[in-house]
Each structure stands twice: as structure tokens, then as C-alpha cells.
């Protein structure tokens, strides 16, 4: 394929591999819901499938991808950050999509399938709030309902998101069962499908929950992996990063990066939120300190207590507030193909302000964990002089309050 | 002693009687094991003891607040199971966990912990038909009969291969959406039961959503009996204890048996 640049068109590469048997990424994936969504589980598997090899579906959905979402995004050369770290940094920039992050990639891909379905409204969790304003955004544009749920924790700490999404038409419910946060929201989702399936169309943000959306949501975000290789191809003279890292919480952004260098030499390093550290108990870790469970509808790995009941995630950033994390993280976490790392809290603060202050970038918290990690690790296990790419899945502004109240100790008025 | 589930249940409703099977949150406070006693004595034919799990999502507020307030409590499978093993009420005994739960333990381990507690049959809401064989093997190695839902939107094929997988009872979602009480039966509720009827000779209840005696003798026109969950957990998250079970219940089985 020709480089995507800004401005030019869509290319979207040929689908990537299905899941086998019953969704299964090795031993992890499955459909495991009541029966209740069984049937609609089905006719959506069956949809994506015929509408992804469809070339009418496949040109629509590239030509939505750049007339509205502002694709294909740049990749970027961090020309001052890389001479910091004594790395070579490539930065994916999904910040530029319109609403400012990744997410939009894939509400536009099931807002499309919603309509083809016959459905006229969306439901969807979210933690940080980027998936709740894409779905928002989304439903606004097909004229479709949306009902929105989010932990009452992240209606608390992302206040600006709540009021972007009421604006966009959607209505916002404040999650208050369990830990009132992401888990809890997509429970309260899951429910509110069990009641509605007929008209409505569950649009999970992530590369989870039960078949097909792990692998659905990894094609709806496999563009941004696609893209990246190609342009990092261009910047390198031909070459492949030597490393490609992001953040992962359910995993959507790494998934989507991570397809489109499964192919190539480059080694693939997910980071995790590790919240006040992997030892404190307070953490997002799932691939670090997760055990194999049943969970939203798949197999993966799941923070759990010794009973097998599921643990409440800490982070600074709600995107990876999730005791899980998607089954195919799981499955190239099992075979070795990727690997899995941490990031603090704090060092997502550090990676934060340092994007900030060496590109003018200011990166949202989730992506600051990848940052961060490569951050700490240059000069140590990133080897002086490495090639990196790292995906950039949002962009900062709504955690600046947050951040800002964090360092300086005061609250903006 | 274990009762098996579906002897029983058929013998029961050969007799001309429509089939009660309530729902209590296994540890929920330290009379649960007196609200099982109870809810027999007044004229339940099984019981569902349910084994709470941090994120249920078949279920609605009222069992939600009882499965957090169970766990608060330090509920646990094991220390249910144990206190389950002391029950010899004379009726069939179920659980009703999510399979998370059931994975962690093991599936054999777990099937041959609810064969020692006296437990004949299990209800696991999250594992649908086409995930079932792991678990359904371990089952059937222990002699648990795992009982399968059918809802709504299931179709006329996939009815009668859950009908047919089904051991114990086939249970009839009467509604679309997840347990807790409404303020009249669904619309949904006779067809399915009527489906099941014409799919099955296995016994055929409804439930979720079933709240009232009325609802509960309304719905048993349709089917063979009822399953009563939130409706009586709600009463014993209000403070209720063994005595205002039994009245519920109680109250219950005379409308099936007027009916």
C-alpha cells in the first residue's frame, strides 16, 4: 500500500485472521452470556462476517474514517524526546481523530452494523469516558438513542466527558453497584441488553466481552496498526520498529497496533497500569497478576481473590481502571508473541509531563502509561539507540483537572 | 440425603400439583440455613441456594445487594456448600452460581463438592448451550443435573436441543431482562411457557420477574410451576427472617394450589 498521510485517503488492508471454533484466541475468548443474548450474539457474528468482506461496507466505513474521523492519522517523530531518552521515538497519533482518541475507529464500525441490523439505539460502559463520547458521537450522527454507563467513580473525576456526551444527545447513567467503576458499568450494560436486545446494540468499547466482539472491535481498530507500520516504514528507509508499545487496559489500542505488526520482527510490549505498584494490591494488571476466569461474557485473565471472585482495579487513569483484559492480550501473552509490562501511577504522571514539555503534546493517562514505561526502561532494557513505536491512543485534555489538581495539590476553579 | 431433582419433580407434578422452587442467597445472614427449612415446610418442592458472585449479570438489584452483602458477611462456596451439607430437608437442592465460580474451583472438584454437600443440580446463568460440554461432563460424572434456561428470543431449534441437554427441569426466562420483581407478569411469560411445554416432558418452570402469589398462579397456567427469587430475597434484605419467608412462600403455594 502507498504511506497514508493527512488529508489523502483511506486504505484499509485486507481483514485479519477469525478466531477459531467459538471465538477462541487459543485457550482464551468464547461466548459465555445467558441465553437471553444468545441469539443476537449470533446474528451479529453473522453480520460483521459478511459485512467485513463486503466492499461496499469496507468502502463506506474507510470513506467515514477520513471524512469524519479525520483519518489516516500521522505518525510522528519525537525528534527531542527521542534525544532525552537516547531512543528513536515514532508516536502514533490517534489524539488528531476527531474526539480525541482511538475509540472512534470502532463506534463508527458498529454504529454501521447497528443500522444494517435494523437497531435504533446504542448502549455502551465506559471508564475514562472516550468510549462514551465516541458512542455519543456516533449515535448523534446515525440518528441513533444512546444510553451511556459509567462508574460513578468516573462521572466523579471525569465531569467535562459526562457533559460532552449529555451534549452529543446521549443520557449518562452513574453507575453505583459494586466498585462503581469500568467492571461495574459493563455489568450494568450487560444487563440493560438482557432487557433490550431486541431493538438495541450493545457497542463495547474494548477487545473483549463475548464473541464476536473481541475479534470485531480488533478489525474495527486494526487502521491504526495498518497505518503505523506503513508510515514507520517511510521514517525508518524501510525498516520496522524495533519495538511497538501501548497501554492496554480491555486492550482496544494495543490490539488494533498490535495487528498490524503481528507479521513483522518488531517486538510487541503492552503496558499495564500498575496503579500504586504490582505489590500493593491497588493495580490494573491483569496479565501480571491475573488468573484464567470467566468474566463479561469471555475467558481471560482476571484480578481475583482466592474464591474467584473479581477484585477492584486501581489506577490514576479510569481507561485502565478493569480487572481483565481482552483474550487475545491473553493468548499472546501465552505463546510469548507479545509481552506485558507495568507503569505506575506516578510514572505515568512522569511520562505525562514529559511528552508534554520535550513535543508539545499532552498525552491522556492511559497512553502516558506506555510513555512512562519506555521512559524508565531507555538505557536499561531498551537498549540505547532502539527504534520505537509508540501508540499515542488519545489525547490529554480530559485529564488535565485531574493531573493538574494532583501536582500542584489545588483543584483549578 | 441427596434428593435427586427430576424424579422428583415429575412425581410431584404427576400428583396434579404445580411445582414452587424459591430462591435463597446462600449465606445471607446466619438464619439462611432456617429460611431453607422455612420455605419447605411452607410448600416449596426444591430449593435454588444461590452461591453469590461479585458481578452478576443476570441478576438485579435485590439479588445484587444480596450477593454483596453475603460476601460482606464472608460467604464463600466453601463455607456454603459446608453449611448446605447440614440441610436434610426431604427436596431436591440446587445452586444457582456464575461460572466463574464454578471454573476457579475446578469443574470436576466442584461438581464432586455439590455431590458431598447433598446438592443434586446446578443453574449457571452465564454458561449458554454452546459453552457447556467441559462442565456438563464433570456434572454428569458426579450425577449433578445441570438445569438449562430457555429465553425469549431462543429459537424453535435451539429450544429443543437446550430442552434436550437439560437435566433436572428446563427453566423458562419469563421476561426479557434480568431477575427482580415487576409490578405484573410479562407478556413473554405464557409463550415460553407454552413453548416448553410443546418442546419438553421434562418438568417446564418459569421464572425472573415472578413476584407476587397471583403473578406466580397467572404464570403456572403456562407451565409446569414457578421459580421465586428477588421477590423473597427482598424480604429477607428488609430484615425478614425464616417466619416472613414461610408466610411468603406459604402464601405462594396456596395460590398455585387455588389455582
Known amino acids: 500500500m502507498s504511506v497514508p498521510v493527512r488529508g489523502g485517503p483511506v486504505h484499509l488492508d485486507p481483514p485479519g485472521p477469525e478466531p477459531t471454533g467459538l471465538g477462541r484466541f487459543a485457550d482464551f475468548g468464547g461466548r459465555f452470556v445467558p441465553e437471553t443474548l444468545v441469539p443476537a450474539l449470533e446474528e451479529l457474528e453473522a453480520q460483521f462476517r459478511t459485512a467485513w468482506s463486503s466492499d461496499e461496507f469496507r468502502d463506506e466505513y474507510a470513506e467515514l474514517l477520513g471524512s469524519y474521523a479525520g483519518r489516516p492519522t500521522p505518525v510522528t517523530e519525537c525528534h527531542r524526546l527521542s534525544e532525552r531518552l537516547g531512543l528513536r521515538v515514532l508516536l502514533k497519533r490517534e489524539d488528531l481523530t476527531h474526539t480525541g482518541s482511538h475509540k472512534i475507529n470502532n463506534v463508527l464500525g458498529q454504529a454501521m452494523l447497528t443500522r444494517r441490523m435494523g437497531k435504533t439505539r446504542l448502549i455502551a460502559e465506559t471508564g475514562a469516558g472516550q468510549h462514551g463520547v465516541a458512542t455519543a458521537t456516533a449515535a448523534a450522527l446515525f440518528g441513533l438513542d444512546c444510553l451511556v454507563f459509567m462508574g460513578a467513580v468516573d462521572v466523579e473525576r471525569q465531569a467535562l466527558n459526562v457533559w460532552r456526551m449529555q451534549l452529543l444527545g446521549a443520557e449518562v447513567v452513574s453507575v453505583t453497584s459494586g466498585s462503581a467503576t469500568l467492571k461495574d458499568a459493563i455489568n450494568d450494560a450487560m444487563r440493560e441488553w438482557v432487557a433490550s436486545v431486541n431493538t438495541t446494540h450493545y457497542c463495547i468499547g474494548s477487545v473483549m466481552g463475548p464473541h464476536p466482539f473481541p475479534w470485531m472491535v480488533r478489525e474495527f481498530q486494526r487502521v491504526v496498526g495498518d497505518e503505523a507500520r506503513e508510515q514507520s516504514r517511510a521514517i525508518l528507509e524501510g525498516a520496522d520498529p524495533q519495538m511497538v508499545v501501548a497501554c492496554v487496559g480491555g486492550g482496544s489500542n494495543a490490539m488494533g497496533t498490535f495487528a498490524g505488526f503481528i507479521d513483522t520482527e518488531a517486538e510487541l510490549v503492552g503496558v499495564e497500569a500498575a496503579g500504586l505498584g504490582l505489590e500493593s494490591g491497588k493495580h490494573g494488571a491483569a496479565i501480571a497478576r491475573g488468573v484464567p476466569g470467566v468474566v463479561h461474557g469471555m475467558r481471560s485473565l482476571f484480578l481475583q481473590d482466592e474464591d474467584g471472585q473479581i477484585i477492584e482495579a486501581h489506577s490514576i487513569s479510569a481507561g485502565l481502571d478493569y480487572p481483565g483484559i481482552g483474550p487475545e492480550h491473553a493468548a499472546l501473552s501465552a505463546s510469548g508473541r507479545a509481552r506485558y509490562e507495568s507503569a505506575t501511577d506516578d510514572e505515568a504522571l512522569a511520562g505525562f509531563t514529559l511528552l508534554a514539555e520535550t513535543e508539545g503534546i499532552v498525552p491522556a493517562l492511559e497512553p502516558a502509561h506506555a510513555i512512562g514505561w519506555v521512559a524508565r526502561e531507555a538505557g536499561h532494557s531498551i537498549p540505547a539507540g532502539t527504534t520505537v513505536l509508540i501508540t499515542l491512543s488519545g489525547r490529554g485534555d480530559k485529564d488535565a483537572a485531574q493531573v493538574a489538581e494532583r501536582l500542584t495539590g489545588e483543584r483549578l476553579q | 440425603m441427596t434428593v435427586a431433582v427430576e424424579p422428583y419433580l415429575r412425581a410431584r407434578r404427576a400428583e396434579g400439583r404445580k411445582l414452587l422452587v424459591p430462591y435463597v442467597t446462600g449465606g445471607l445472614g446466619k438464619h439462611w440455613l432456617e429460611v431453607v427449612r422455612a420455605v419447605v415446610d411452607a410448600g416449596a418442592d426444591a430449593v435454588e ?211
Open chain 2, 49 to 259: 441456594i444461590g452461591i453469590p458472585f461479585s458481578d452478576p449479570v443476570m441478576d438485579g438489584v435485590t439479588i445484587q445487594e444480596a450477593s454483596q452483602r453475603a460476601i460482606a458477611l464472608d460467604a464463600t462456596p466453601r463455607s456454603i456448600l459446608n453449611e448446605a451439607a447440614t440441610l436434610d430437608v426431604g427436596v431436591p437442592l440446587l445452586v444457582m452460581t456464575y461460572y466463574n465460580l464454578v471454573l476457579h474451583a475446578g469443574l470436576e472438584r466442584f461438581a464432586a463438592e455439590l455431590a458431598v454437600a447433598g446438592i443434586a443440580g446446578a443453574i449457571i446463568p452465564d454458561l449458554p448451550l454452546d459453552e457447556l460440554a467441559p462442565w456438563a461432563a464433570a456434572a454428569d460424572d458426579s450425577g449433578v443435573e445441570t438445569v438449562l434456561l430457555a429465553a425469549p428470543t431462543t429459537t424453535p431449534e435451539r429450544l429443543l436441543a437446550l430442552c434436550e441437554r437439560s437435566r433436572g427441569f428446563v427453566y423458562g426466562v419469563s421476561l426479557m431482562g434480568v431477575t427482580g420483581e415487576r409490578t405484573s407478569l410479562a407478556s413473554q411469560a405464557g409463550e415460553m411457557g407454552s413453548r416448553l411445554k410443546a418442546a419438553t416432558d421434562k418438568p417446564a418452570l418459569l421464572g425472573v420477574g415472578i413476584s407476587t402469589p397471583q403473578q406466580a398462579a397467572e404464570a403456572s397456567q403456562h407451565a409446569d410451576g414457578v421459580v421465586i427469587g428477588s421477590a423473597l430475597v427482598r424480604r429477607l434484605l428488609q430484615g425478614g427472617g425464616p417466619g416472613e419467608a414461610a408466610d411468603f412462600i406459604g402464601s405462594v403455594r396456596t395460590a398455585l394450589d387455588e389455582s
